[in-house]
């Protein structure tokens, strides 16, 4: 059982930044894809980003990319979402999710199998 906690979230006005931590209870971490989601009120949970087990590749969804990087550091056992150039769009609970096995990347929520509990990010306009 992979625990992970996300933090960093919060108010921030159009344009600027946030950086998304996601803490993983397991050693096994670095053999785990990890992703991250976001949810607005009313809409399904969509796809942001994903990283492989090694963090040599990443995938990025259409609507940040260029604007959000996502990254690891294994021996922390730390998954990070660095928000630049923030939008109000970009407004919602972010989780991020684990999958325990595979070696490139994923970006359906049903291919992961823990979730973190999600950080609200609220953009002003």
């Known amino acids: 059982q992979v625990q992970l906690v996300e933090s960093g979230g919060g108010l921030v006005q159009a344009g600027g930044s946030l950086r998304l931590s996601c803490a993983a209870s397991e050693r096994t971490f670095s053999r785990c894809a990890m992703g991250w989601f976001r949810q607005a009120p009313g809409k399904e949970r969509e796809f942001v980003a994903a990283?492989?087990?090694?963090?040599?590749?990443?995938y990025y969804a259409d609507s940040v990319k260029g604007r959000f990087t996502i990254s690891r550091d294994n021996a922390k056992n730390t998954v990070y979402l660095q928000m630049n150039s923030l939008k109000p769009e970009d407004t919602a609970e972010y989780y991020c999710?684990?999958?325990?096995?595979?070696?490139?990347?994923?970006?359906?929520?049903?291919?992961?199998?823990?979730w973190g509990q999600g950080a609200q990010v609220t953009v002003s306009s």
């Open positions: 990283v492989s087990r090694s963090g040599t590749m990443t």
């Open positions: 999710a684990a999958r325990n096995s595979g070696s490139i990347y994923y970006r359906t929520p049903s291919e992961y199998d823990y």
